[in-house]
């Protein structure tokens, strides 16, 4: 649906405020539909502006600029903290991905996982060899079942 414009908007507000007739004869009247005339009367009277507000659409944040201070002060004092750590210690109730896109609008970055420590350097694999793909693969033998016996079994 096309925005109207503010001319339009204004005349249909003039026409109706002398009383020139109800709302349904000023919406016929300017081509627009009874709920466009309604919405424009509650937005006058709520914001005392009749132009469009399409700065007001959209998903509002839920860390709004107040709370972002003191996430980005913890994150500079420290920086080894989880999204999940910070969160009680900045005093915020949003989720942990609220938090990942406030920091990652300003280019900040965290720390993922919580300290654990090192491991020991400890062998893995056992298997003789390089790198995984260079050995050959050991063929098996075909073992004998009721779904692969086609005849019968050997003697």
């Known amino acids: 649906m096309k925005t109207l414009s503010l001319d339009l908007r204004e005349r249909i507000l003039t026409a109706y405020d002398p009383k020139e007739g109800p709302r349904e004869e000023v919406a016929e009247r300017f081509r627009v539909s009874l709920g466009r005339v309604k919405k424009l009367l509650q937005q006058r009277r709520r914001i005392g502006d009749v132009r469009a507000q399409h700065q007001r659409s959209g998903r509002k944040p839920r860390i709004v600029a107040s709370q972002q201070r003191p996430l980005r002060t913890l994150l500079d004092k420290k920086p080894d903290l989880t999204l999940k750590e910070r969160r009680p210690a900045t005093g915020l109730t949003c989720t942990l991905p609220a938090i990942h896109y406030t920091l990652a609008k300003r280019g900040r970055t965290y720390k993922k996982r919580p300290s654990v420590p090192a491991n020991e350097t400890v062998r893995i694999s056992s298997a003789p060899g390089g790198r995984g793909g ?18 019968r079994k050997p003697t």
């Open 134 to 151: 260079d050995h050959k693969p050991v063929l098996t033998p075909r073992a004998w079942s009721s779904a692969t016996n086609r005849g």
